[in-house]
Nanobody
């Protein structure tokens, strides 16, 4: 079955960095676009970034553009989100999403606080 398992979240100070990982299994990962979303406390889930199957094209939410980088390793069936210059407003649960079939991981908590 399809599984998406996020990891790498944690507590970081403003201005710090984190790298999230999403390990995928149960489908042809290398053929599919993958996405990251986030949900802050009391808010709806919002798009963060997306990457095409071969990694040739990426797109970002305006709020993270220039600070976050999405990438993938198709040999490891893993998509990453490198987050830099983190701000308190980046605090959220971050989710990996497979667009086809609308599969989501369980999420990983990122907290940006001093």
């Amino acid at each position: 079955q399809v599984q998406l398992v996020e990891s790498g979240g944690g507590l970081v100070q403003p201005g710090g960095s984190l790298r999230l990982s999403c390990a995928a299994s149960g489908f042809a990962f290398s053929r599919e676009t993958m996405m990251w979303y986030r949900q802050a406390p009391g808010k709806g889930r919002e798009f963060v970034a997306t990457i095409t199957s071969a990694g040739g094209s990426t797109n970002y939410a305006a709020s993270v553009k220039g600070r976050f980088t999405i990438s993938r390793d198709n040999a490891k069936n893993t998509v990453y989100l490198q987050m830099t210059s983190l701000k308190p407003e980046d605090t959220a649960v971050y989710y990996c999403r497979r667009l086809i079939g609308d599969y989501w991981g369980q999420g990983t908590q990122v907290t940006v606080s001093s």
